[in-house]
């Protein structure tokens, strides 16, 4: 599985953006697909996921205001960023996973395939 994230850009607080990921092969519907961020000098951290069945999971600090969703026929995982804060600041990058429970799916090392990231900067 190859992943093509897109859509990030420079935005101002409050502003919104959404995030493509486009993946590559016929077993797309199988993975979990995730989101993650990493900022400068920070580790890389879980923003949201959806498992196959549809299912959604976020961190705390974007729930209510970030929502993942999923295209199977597009073979797409989107994730949509309103009110956006500079704290939001980082590189975003997808991820697909399979077998992930829901004690792994926030685990960066539980997913198998990651895209190259794409910037996200939110001005204040």
């Known amino acids: 599985v190859q992943l093509q994230a897109s859509g990030g850009g420079l935005v101002q607080a409050g502003g919104s953006l959404r995030l493509s990921c486009a993946a590559s092969g016929r077993t797309f519907s199988s993975y979990a697909m995730g989101w993650f961020r990493q900022a400068p000098g920070r580790e890389r951290e879980f923003v949201a996921a959806i498992r196959s069945g549809g299912s959604t999971y976020y961190a705390d600090s974007v729930k209510g205001r970030f929502t993942i969703s999923r295209d199977n026929a597009k073979n797409t995982v989107y994730l949509q960023m309103n009110s956006l804060k500079p704290e939001d600041t980082a590189v975003y990058y997808c991820?697909?996973?399979?077998?992930?429970?829901?004690?792994?799916?926030?685990?960066?090392?539980?997913?198998?395939?990651w895209g190259q990231g794409t910037q996200v900067t939110v001005s204040s």
């Open positions: 991820a697909a996973g399979l077998r992930l429970i829901l004690s792994t799916i926030r685990i960066p090392s539980s997913y198998d395939y």
